[in-house]
């Protein structure tokens, strides 16, 4: 059965002392360690030493008064099957296991781990009954909440234990932290957006599954005992620790070096240059594709379409999958016909275009975009005598793109025009959105909203959180109560006046004095509150994260709280801080795109 794993491995989690290496600098930050002097022919590192992945504890089998009911009667199952039922116990109450595809792939993938005795009786999943399992671990979470401080403490203390051997390596004389040094437990894939693998059984990973990378002269991690690795590599060409590949879209998995590392700070940093390199030449680069839209060659035509539209609509290039492999997702060099459709007039514009169809990790796009008459006129030629399943650029795909992007800049992909228009456009909005007026709040509120438009550029969606009324609810209960604060200051501030009219003694006048800085203290805040819950309804479904961390240079931000005198904190959270040590220590409020 995949879950089985040797007791063995739940040993790796005590703790070894680590060796230091000779010029270890912890911690060390500033521009000379993202400046030091780089390898030249792709090498990434000399020297690269780690303890493997911590594997994910063993199953433990629920308490013999939790049980299982098919058909209404109680039903013993076998520890695999047990597993794997509460995966899908515990995402009871997730819209997840409300949809159908959901429930199709779980039931299919669970029966084949199922004894024959269990696929004799368990036949549909209707019949299954798996609430009590689900308050068990309601119940186990919940006790998990109610922990005492010093209980608390003690398992936090565990986890660093862990983290101490496991979370960190020696990468060229730097003890550098890694970013994900756990492998993911087994559980149901969930996907994004309607992705047709949903529900399907992700599996424990094993030993024999993950691949090692390391220095030929540093220790070799030890696997589990009674297990070996698939394979140990000596590969300084990548930065990658291990790896391994999941079963339910066989994609490699890697454990790679915290974002906080040198190696990624260099990797970023030398990403958003290249975006700024585009900015030298993007003017040439239009007129370039636009001269080709009316070019004699069909293969340039379309070139120059799908040109257009990766720059001015951040659409994703696109890759090709083998039939049936994933979601029905493309890109934009993979769209077909049936998913445009053209207006020559729509809603007061000229030469509409609505997109619909579903982009990366199954999220829909879902666009009408006002282009360009050679745009609209190509299009329709594209399209002619063609049905709805054909290709739209029959003559194109990623590798002749990539190949002209290539030639226009070295280094320019689909890609960094996403990069380079997402930066550019956050530049652009904070320049036109923030008053230098406004409170932090009010800043914050003009950052969120200039993030946005990035967000809406890049189709950078998500779904109503789940918790979203009741915070807002909880919102409007401040604001409310704030309310009744202000209105009952504002009557203590009549009064004091009315008194020091009356008596016009210093006491009284102090009093006075004293009533308006707390009534304006009040505003302040009132007016905070009403800022959060307008940002708060704006974004209700719209994935700023994603943007901010991937796409945006992070010296724009970082530039805007220091000429603005916002705090970086309210920008980055700690972990955000240390991804983008680089961006904060070179940069001054003067930095431009």
Same mark, same amino acid.
């Given at each position: 059965?995949?879950?089985?794993?040797?007791?063995?491995?739940?040993?790796?989690?005590?703790?070894?002392?680590?060796?230091?290496?000779?010029?270890?600098?912890?911690?060390?930050?500033?521009?000379?360690?993202?400046?030091?002097?780089?390898?030249?022919?792709?090498?990434?590192?000399?020297?690269?030493?780690?303890?493997?992945?911590?594997?994910?504890?063993?199953?433990?089998?629920?308490?013999?008064?939790?049980?299982?009911?098919?058909?209404?009667?109680?039903?013993?199952?076998?520890?695999?099957?047990?597993?794997?039922?509460?995966?899908?116990?515990?995402?009871?109450?997730?819209?997840?296991?409300?949809?159908?595809?959901?429930?199709?792939?779980?039931?299919?993938?669970?029966?084949?781990?199922?004894?024959?005795?269990?696929?004799?009786?368990?036949?549909?999943?209707?019949?299954?009954?798996?609430?009590?399992?689900?308050?068990?671990?309601?119940?186990?979470?919940?006790?998990?909440?109610?922990?005492?401080?010093?209980?608390?403490?003690?398992?936090?203390?565990?986890?660093?234990?862990?983290?101490?051997?496991?979370?960190?390596?020696?990468?060229?004389?730097?003890?550098?932290?890694?970013?994900?040094?756990?492998?993911?437990?087994?559980?149901?894939?969930?996907?994004?957006?309607?992705?047709?693998?949903?529900?399907?059984?992700?599996?424990?990973?094993?030993?024999?599954?993950?691949?090692?990378?390391?220095?030929?002269?540093?220790?070799?991690?030890?696997?589990?005992?009674?297990?070996?690795?698939?394979?140990?590599?000596?590969?300084?060409?990548?930065?990658?620790?291990?790896?391994?590949?999941?079963?339910?879209?066989?994609?490699?998995?890697?454990?790679?070096?915290?974002?906080?590392?040198?190696?990624?700070?260099?990797?970023?940093?030398?990403?958003?240059?290249?975006?700024?390199?585009?900015?030298?030449?993007?003017?040439?680069?239009?007129?370039?594709?636009?001269?080709?839209?009316?070019?004699?060659?069909?293969?340039?035509?379309?070139?120059?379409?799908?040109?257009?539209?990766?720059?001015?609509?951040?659409?994703?290039?696109?890759?090709?999958?083998?039939?049936?492999?994933?979601?029905?997702?493309?890109?934009?060099?993979?769209?077909?016909?049936?998913?445009?459709?053209?207006?020559?007039?729509?809603?007061?514009?000229?030469?509409?275009?609505?997109?619909?169809?579903?982009?990366?990790?199954?999220?829909?796009?879902?666009?009408?975009?006002?282009?360009?008459?050679?745009?609209?006129?190509?299009?329709?030629?594209?399209?002619?005598?063609?049905?709805?399943?054909?290709?739209?650029?029959?003559?194109?795909?990623?590798?002749?793109?990539? &190949?002209?992007? $290539? /030639? @226009?800049?070295?280094?320019?992909? %689909? !890609?960094?025009?996403?990069?380079?228009? *997402?930066?550019?456009? =956050?530049?652009?909005?904070?320049?036109?959105?923030?008053?230098?007026?406004?409170?932090?709040?009010?800043?914050?509120?003009?950052?969120?909203?200039?993030?946005?438009?990035?967000?809406?550029?890049?189709?950078?969606?998500?779904?109503?959180?789940?918790?979203?009324? &009741?915070?807002? $609810? /909880? @919102?409007?209960?401040?604001?409310? %109560? !704030?309310?009744?604060?202000?209105?009952? *200051?504002?009557?203590? =501030?009549?009064?004091?006046?009315?008194?020091?009219?009356?008596?016009?003694?210093?006491?009284?006048?102090?009093?006075?004095?004293?009533?308006?800085?707390?009534?304006?203290?009040?505003?302040?805040?009132?007016?905070?509150?009403?800022?959060?819950?307008?940002?708060?309804?704006?974004?209700?479904?719209?994935?700023?994260?994603?943007?901010?961390?991937?796409?945006?240079?992070?010296?724009?931000?970082?530039?805007?709280?220091?000429?603005?005198?916002?705090?970086?904190?309210?920008?980055?959270?700690?972990?955000?801080?240390?991804?983008?040590?680089?961006?904060?220590?070179?940069?001054?409020?003067?930095?431009?795109?």
């Amino acid at each position: 059965m995949y879950w089985r794993l040797a007791t063995s491995m739940l040993g790796r989690g005590v703790p070894r002392p680590w060796l230091v290496p000779t010029g270890l600098r912890t911690g060390s930050v500033g521009c000379s360690r993202w400046e030091e002097e780089k390898s030249a022919d792709g090498v990434k590192w000399k020297q690269l030493e780690h303890r493997g992945p911590y594997f994910v504890p063993l199953y433990e089998p629920l308490p013999d008064d939790v049980q299982f009911y098919y058909d209404g009667k109680p039903l013993k199952l076998s520890v695999a099957t047990e597993e794997i039922a509460t995966f899908y116990a515990k995402m009871l109450d997730h819209e997840y296991t409300t949809k159908e595809i959901f429930q199709t792939n779980f039931f299919n993938d669970w029966r084949k781990e199922m004894t024959p005795q269990e696929q004799k009786i368990i036949k549909h999943l209707d019949k299954c009954d798996f609430r009590e399992i689900h308050k068990y671990f309601v119940d186990k979470n919940e006790a998990r909440k109610a922990l005492s401080k010093e209980e608390k403490q003690k398992l936090k203390e565990e986890a660093d234990k862990i983290q101490e051997e496991y979370g960190y390596c020696i990468l060229d004389g730097h003890r550098e932290k890694i970013g994900n040094f756990k492998t993911e437990p087994p559980g149901l894939f969930r996907g994004r957006g309607d992705h047709p693998k949903m529900g399907m059984l992700k599996k424990r990973i094993m030993p024999e599954d993950v691949i090692i990378n390391c220095s030929k002269d540093s220790k070799i991690p030890e696997p589990p005992v009674g297990h070996k690795w698939k394979e140990v590599r000596f590969d300084n060409t990548v930065t990658w620790l291990a790896s391994w590949t999941e079963n339910v879209q066989n994609s490699l998995k890697y454990i790679m070096l915290n974002p906080s590392s040198k190696l990624k700070g260099e990797k970023d940093w030398q990403k958003y240059e290249v975006a700024r390199r585009l900015k030298d030449v993007v003017h040439k680069i239009r007129a370039q594709y636009q001269a080709d839209w009316k070019s004699k060659e069909m293969k340039k035509r379309q070139r120059a379409v799908a040109l257009y539209f990766i720059d001015k609509l951040a659409l994703r290039a696109g890759n090709e999958k083998e039939e049936g492999e994933t979601a029905d997702t493309v890109g934009c060099c993979s769209l077909r016909v049936e998913h445009i459709k053209l207006h020559p007039k729509l809603d007061g514009q000229e030469h509409v275009v609505e997109f619909d169809f579903l982009g990366k990790d199954s999220i829909r796009y879902y666009n009408k975009v006002s282009v360009e008459k050679p745009v609209f006129k190509n299009l329709q030629l594209f399209m002619k005598n063609k049905d709805p399943g054909d290709d739209l650029f029959d003559r194109l795909n990623t590798v002749i793109l990539n &190949k002209h992007l $290539q /030639n @226009l800049m070295n280094g320019l992909t %689909a !890609k960094v025009f996403r990069t380079y228009n *997402a930066s550019i456009t =956050l530049q652009e909005q904070l320049k036109a959105l923030t008053n230098p007026e406004d409170n932090v709040a009010g800043k914050l509120l003009s950052y969120n909203r200039a993030n946005r438009a990035v967000a809406i550029l890049c189709n950078h969606q998500r779904s109503t959180p789940k918790t979203f009324e &009741k915070s807002m $609810q /909880n @919102l409007q209960t401040k604001i409310d %109560a !704030k309310k009744q604060q202000l209105e009952k *200051a504002e009557q203590e =501030l009549k009064k004091a006046e009315d008194e020091f009219e009356d008596t016009k003694d210093a006491k009284a006048e102090a009093n006075v004095q004293k009533k308006k800085k707390l009534l304006e203290r009040l505003k302040e805040q009132l007016a905070k509150l009403n800022v959060q819950a307008t940002d708060k309804e704006e974004n209700k479904q719209i994935a700023l994260g994603t943007s901010k961390l991937n796409y945006l240079d992070p010296r724009i931000s970082i530039a805007w709280c220091k000429k603005f005198g916002v705090p970086i904190e309210k920008i980055y959270n700690k972990t955000q801080r240390a991804k983008f040590a680089w961006a904060i220590d070179m940069t001054d409020e003067d930095f431009e795109f």
